[in-house]
């Protein structure tokens, strides 16, 4: 939405002067898409982390199950796993574990290449897990596209609500602004969104 009367700074300061009933609505329509925006964007960040967090917890449930299995087939048949191979996985699931611990947990790293780069040597591990490094670069991938679409909204990027007054404003300025006047507009324009005013 495009705003003719807020702007950058006047969010920053947290409250804005009413000197016209346009001016109230078009601070109004603002918190209501602050407060959407905000929500959204908090959505999207925790359902990123969830994805992050259920995968270091899967690779290392897989590890550890693939050990156990890996041992009682050794038992079984009397086999050994050649040791080049037993290392080559160690090394894939240790630098999985520390690659994504150190950019994605510790520096909060949400870049697509990154991600890509510090999970694939999981592979090393199991081919099964190829899926792990192309599914953080499209989540990354996405998640940059909405944090891209959410930068270039008012308010980016903790979205306050803004106070509005009216102290300093004529009253001839604001004959049609009443509480009343106010909650029968929203009512009628936003029948949906009636309740915000309260």
């Known amino acids: 939405m495009e705003y003719k009367y807020l702007t950058r700074e006047l969010i920053e300061k947290g409250n804005v002067n009413i000197t016209s009933p346009d001016m109230f609505e078009e601070a109004r329509q603002y918190n209501i898409e602050a407060v959407r925006n905000y929500k959204k964007r908090y ?15 899967y690779v290392l449930f897989c590890a550890f199950n693939s050990i156990e299995m890996q041992v009682s087939y050794d038992r079984a048949t009397d086999t050994k796993v050649p ?5 080559l996985a160690a090394f894939g699931v240790l630098a999985y574990f520390g690659l994504m611990f150190w950019f994605a947990f510790h ?5 697509k290449k ?13 081919l099964y897990f190829v899926g792990i490094p192309l599914g953080n670069y499209v989540i990354a991938y996405l998640y940059e596209r909405s944090e891209d679409y959410f930068s270039k909204q008012l308010g980016y990027p903790s979205f306050p609500r803004i106070v509005t007054n009216a102290v300093f404003s004529s009253t001839d300025n604001l004959k049609d ?8 507009k929203a009512q009628r324009d ?6 915000f005013l309260g």
Not at 178 to 184: A, P, W
């Open 107 to 111: 520096h909060g790293s949400r870049d």
């Open 114 to 126: 990154v991600l890509f780069l510090a999970s694939l040597p999981v592979i090393a591990f199991s």
């Open 190 to 195: 936003h029948p949906d969104r009636g309740d």
């Open 43 to 57: 959505l999207i960040k925790i359902a990123f982390g969830l994805w992050i967090a259920a995968q270091v917890i």
């Open 177 to 184: 602004l009443s509480y009343d006047s106010i909650r029968e």
């Open 83 to 87: 040791v080049w191979r037993a290392a």
